[in-house]
Nanobody, 116 residues
Framework: QVQLVESGGGLVQAGGSLTLSCAAD????????MAWYRQVPGKQREVVAV???????HYVDFVKGRFTISRDNSKKMVYLRMDRLRLEDTAVYFC??????????WGQGTQVTVSS
């Protein structure tokens, strides 16, 4: 069974930084598209950043210039570096994978809370 395990969430002050990690137990990790999503109570889960199997990264507008997604295929890890955090970045962050055959998997999520 595929497992995605996030870590690195926590409480941080506005303007601060945090790095999330996702350990991916995937046989063909290097072929997967990996992504970070986030969700706040009462709202739909939304994509934050995506990194393709060739390393190309894409970001939603509200995190461009502040967040950086990266991957280490040798370690089967995906990271999300979050800088200049804002109160509205408070959410549960989820790691997501998609195989070339469109099979999807989700992690259990890690809470990020930004305080004033």
């Amino acid at each position: 069974q595929v497992q995605l395990v996030e870590s690195g969430g926590g409480l941080v002050q506005a303007g601060g930084s945090l790095t999330l990690s996702c350990a991916a137990d995937l046989d063909i990790f290097n072929l997967n598209t990996m992504a970070w999503y986030r969700q706040v109570p009462g709202k739909q889960r939304e994509v934050v950043a995506v990194i393709m199997n060739d390393g190309r990264a894409h970001y939603v507008d509200f995190v461009k210039g502040r967040f950086t997604i990266s991957r280490d295929n040798s370690k089967k890890m995906v990271y999300l570096r979050m800088d200049r955090l804002r109160l509205e970045d408070t959410a549960v962050y989820f790691c997501h994978s998609e195989t070339p055959g469109k099979e999807e998997n989700w992690g259990q999520g890690t809470q990020v809370t930004v305080s004033s």
